[in-house]
């Protein structure tokens, strides 16, 4: 029997792509979203009249969306515009501790070189290279493939290729690399915040995680418009390739009939058939109950304790005073190691966090200082929580606690934020887990925690027939472009699959 009705849940970048991709090959696509928009965790939200990115604040791997758009002879350009960044980020470490990192690697050694030493500066470009090898290494082998084991991955290889998969330090965590990479510890600390990308901590995650210092020297670009602009972007080429895109409307149920999966059966009652469905919801989800109890067995279970990073965010329009923002800046605790204790091994806010900000009025420089906007400005202000939010709101006094040690961080580095509560939304991992049900807030999946962690991650085909999986649970991992091959893999997948029938 061939496919040829096809449901999507879920509006995140998997389902987005997959709806496109399927579209795009003259099949008849239903996406379903809850939401009253696309997007997902790539959220854009009001505040103060002004919108701004409440979720990704930037886009890497470009590759990716080349490959995506290529497959149904469409340009990313013509449907985004982007804008490579010169400065990646700025990290601070107090009023006096400051360093940028560049696009241009030569600029990022010779910063790291004036702020660390020289040994440090050489040090970073030896660093860089081993990045590039792990990255060439896993680029094809890995991320673009529909589920790798580590016995495919060797055998893919071949012999000659083991010492390139031995130089990936599989067995190695993150941190530990870093202090054979680099003297200075807050070097350490700033590399190591690559694992929190996939959700993790730098004291678990695998070595293999620096290859995002490749992907960051790859390019970084800002969206004009804002991130979430890319959804609307996708969501549009999905319509005019003939997919229905159904907002405000909610799956909950799988339904499986023979054998496979025969379509959804909406909140109200109403049943999409379908000859296959992708579902872009977190796998947990599924697993437990939330679409139905015919599909939650094919599911794989995530427990609490493999959970990943959620997050405290205050979306906020105010002013800034002091620290020099770029539109993408870092202050760094003076305790990383507690930081990371507190949220995975005691399921707590930390005493002191790390804080990212993301000033989205301010224009990236080459150099490094810039105007500063007139008036208000729209700033993202992020910390790493504990994925617990399906334990209900965390307590007043954590969150109060936090929020005060998080505007006193950025005031001992030099930044003053006039924050005011009619300017601001704050979101906890409770209101991520209302969003995203069954995964206590978690916005990652699993975490990305030892060495066989990523191959944790299930596939694009789920043991029921016709059921696939896309997005941010599943391989190839969390991120926009890493949930966004989930969704090109998944369309793949189905294709081959409808003909081989």
């Not at 030569?106 to 004036?114: G, L, P, R, V």
């Not at 909610?250 to 059966?265: H, L, P, Y």
């Not at 005691?346 to 990212?356: H, N």
């Not at 069954?438 to 191959?455: I, K, Q, V």
Request: charged share 20%; hydrophobic share 45%.
């Amino acid at each position: 029997m061939a496919t040829k009705r096809i449901v999507v849940i879920g509006a995140g970048m998997g389902g987005l792509v997959a709806a496109l991709l399927l579209a795009g090959k003259g099949l008849d696509v239903t996406l379903v979203e809850k939401a009253d928009q696309p997007g997902g965790k790539m959220r854009e939200v009001l505040v103060d009249h002004r919108r701004l990115d409440a979720g990704p604040t930037v886009l890497t791997m470009r590759w990716v969306f080349d490959r995506i758009l290529g497959e149904i002879d469409e340009n990313l350009d013509a449907h985004v515009a982007l804008k490579p960044a010169a400065i990646l980020a700025r990290h601070a470490w107090s009023g006096d501790e400051r360093l940028d990192l560049f696009a241009d690697r030569a600029a990022s050694a010779d910063a790291i070189a004036a702020f660390a030493g020289p040994a440090e500066g050489r040090n970073y470009r030896a660093f860089c290279v081993q990045a590039r090898g792990i990255h060439d290494a896993l680029k094809d082998s890995f991320m673009a493939r529909e589920r790798p084991s580590p016995l495919g991955l060797v055998q893919q290889a071949g012999f000659g290729g083991l010492g390139r998969l031995w130089a990936t330090s599989p067995f190695g965590t993150l941190w530990d690399a870093l202090g054979k990479a680099f003297q200075d510890p807050r070097l350490r600390q700033l590399f190591g915040r690559y694992a929190t990308y996939c959700g993790s901590s730098p004291f678990a995650a695998p070595a293999t995680l620096m290859l995002v210092a490749h992907v960051e020297q790859e390019g970084v670009w800002t969206v004009d418009g804002g991130v979430h602009k890319l959804a609307q972007a996708l969501a549009g080429l999905a319509a005019a390739k003939g997919a229905r895109l159904v907002y405000g409307r909610t799956v909950s149920e799988i339904v499986v009939a023979g054998g496979r999966a025969a379509g959804v059966r909406l909140s109200d009652g109403e049943t999409l058939f379908a000859d296959a469905v992708v579902s872009n919801a977190d796998v947990n989800a599924i697993a437990s109950g939330r679409f139905g109890p015919d599909a939650a067995p094919f599911a794989p279970e995530i427990r609490p304790a493999d959970r990943s990073l959620s997050a405290l965010t205050w979306s906020a329009v105010a002013q800034t005073e002091g620290f020099p923002l770029h539109r993408h800046n870092v202050f760094f605790s003076r305790d990383y190691r507690a930081e990371f204790d507190a949220i995975f091994k005691r399921g707590k806010l930390p005493s002191e966090p790390t804080i990212y900000v993301c000033a989205q009025d301010r224009q990236d420089n080459a150099t490094s200082t810039g105007p500063p906007p007139t008036g208000a400005e729209r700033l993202l202000i992020l910390v790493n929580a504990p994925p617990t939010g399906d334990h209900g709101h965390l307590p007043t006094a954590e969150i109060d606690q936090c929020q005060r040690a998080t505007f006193d961080r950025l005031a001992q580095c030099g930044l003053t934020i006039g924050l005011q509560a009619d300017h601001m939304l704050r979101t906890e991992p409770m209101d991520w887990e209302k969003r995203f049900p069954a995964t206590g807030g978690a916005l990652y999946g699993r975490a990305t925690h030892g060495a066989m962690a990523s191959f944790a991650r299930p596939g694009s085909r789920s043991r029921l027939p016709g059921l696939y999986w896309a997005g941010g649970s599943v391989h190839p991992g969390p991120g926009v472009p890493m949930a966004a091959l989930s969704g090109l893999i998944a369309a793949q997948a189905l294709l081959a699959d409808r003909a081989s029938m």
